[in-house]
């Protein structure tokens, strides 16, 4: 009988000795709650494990603990190896020194001469024997750690879990649930499997870890990805010890300066099409220069504020970063963004998309994206005209 992605997924885990535990590049609530629940888990279960993310720790996310464990890049993937031959001498004695950025090691033969042509190099094997990746819909998403390392993403097997529709089962296993509001709550069901064979595993810090996740991707339980699902498994973790007030107050009640600036700057650049329920702003490179705001609270803009506007059907953030424009759209009620986004070559789910343009100035692209969408929300309404 063929085994689930989820069987699949634990008999992986069961087997493997050293993890490597990656999610997309910037990462937010869900990777990173995600990430450090499960790295937590992995440990308390016997297993050795690297975490990396590529790009900023939003600082919205200082409070938690442990936040340190995840690195920004990976190093020593494998292992350089330096032969000898013993055909033309027998080793006596070996040390070794490091001197000034150079180790210096001596091979001192028993009778004989050691010369150049008794060396040979390979590389080991990579560290790894297997790589898990959270939140993540493709390999390109993962950043750097997976550009600098690709041939490491090739050659080891991947463990794959999400819960984005347009998934990519880069995988060898792909355990990708469209139904979930989050990784975190896929990571529910995982940690209960392996709690059979290893008794408790969930505590206070990796409930909390977990309920992050899930608070963050169902926005504070608004979305539609709140389901009765999420909301059972919020309950559980709440049970387990999972800190639900710190999250609210951490993440969604307490705004940095700097946030408060760059919201301030985003609403009094709102517009609006009202006829057709869309509404946008934007954010010059300027404003984030002169307020500090990083990009995480661009984020909380557009699911707080633009989201909250009487009428909108579809919500625009323009975003002018150092070499592109970025363009974030949410969807408020029955329309796919993810197929506008994909028009501009970028992705994301029905309700929450996004993409980049580049070598185009901020009202080029606004030019361009709005009468875009402008076209399709007509064209859509056609059959069924509104008065
Ligand atoms: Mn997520």
């Known amino acids: 009988m063929d085994l689930t992605s989820k069987q699949q997924a634990i008999q992986a885990i069961r087997d493997a000795k050293r993890m490597l535990l990656v999610s997309h590049e910037d990462i937010e609530g869900d990777s990173l709650g995600s990430l450090l629940a499960l790295s937590n888990v992995l440990k ?14 939003p600082n919205i996310y200082n409070f938690l603990e442990k936040r340190e464990m995840i690195k920004a890049n990976l190093d020593g993937v494998k292992d350089f190896m330096i032969f000898l031959s013993e055909e033309e001498a027998k080793v006596a004695r070996l040390s070794y020194k490091l001197e000034n950025d150079r180790l210096k090691i001596v091979i001192s033969p028993k009778s004989g001469n050691f010369s150049p042509k008794n060396v040979s ?10 790589i ?16 600098d390392n690709t041939e490491m993403f090739y050659k080891t097997n991947i463990l794959n879990i999400d819960h984005h529709p347009n998934n990519a089962y880069f995988g060898k296993i792909n355990w990708v649930d469209e139904n979930a509001s989050s990784v975190c709550e896929i990571l529910v069901s995982l940690i209960e499997a392996l709690e059979s064979e290893h008794g408790k ?26 389901t009765s699902k999420s909301l059972t498994v919020a309950a559980q973790l709440i049970a387990a010890g999972g800190d639900r007030d710190l999250i609210a107050k951490r993440v969604f009640q307490t705004h940095s300066y700097s946030t408060l600036k760059i919201w301030g700057r985003i609403l009094s650049k709102l517009d609006s099409y009202p006829a057709i329920g869309l ?7 300027s404003d984030l220069d002169m307020t500090g705001a990083d990009e ?16 909108a059907k579809i919500v625009i953030l323009f975003c002018e970063l150092n070499d592109s424009i970025k363009v974030s759209l949410r969807s408020i009620e029955g329309f796919d963004v993810e197929a506008i986004a994909r028009e501009f070559g970028g992705g994301g789910q029905e309700k929450t998309a996004g993409f980049s343009m580049n070598g185009l100035e901020l009202e080029e692209v606004k030019r361009i994206v ?3 969408i402008r076209e399709i929300i007509l064209g859509q309404a056609s059959p069924h005209p509104e008065s």
């Open 44 to 57: 308390k279960i016997g297993k050795e494990v690297i975490t990396v993310s590529s790009g900023n720790l």
């Open 370 to 372: 709005l009468k875009k």
């Open 201 to 226: 595993i969930i505590d206070e810090e990796i409930a909390t870890f977990l309920l992050l996740g899930i608070m963050t991707d169902t926005n504070l339980f608004q979305n539609p990805a709140t």
């Open 132 to 147: 898990i990746i959270l939140d993540t819909d493709a390999l390109e998403r993962l950043g750097a750690i997976y550009r």
């Open 296 to 311: 995480a609270a661009l984020t909380s803009a557009i699911n707080n504020l633009l989201y909250t506007t009487e009428g």
């Open 121 to 130: 190099f390979a590389y080991g094997d990579f560290h790894y024997d297997l």
């Open 279 to 285: 509404v946008w702003s934007e954010v010059k490179k």
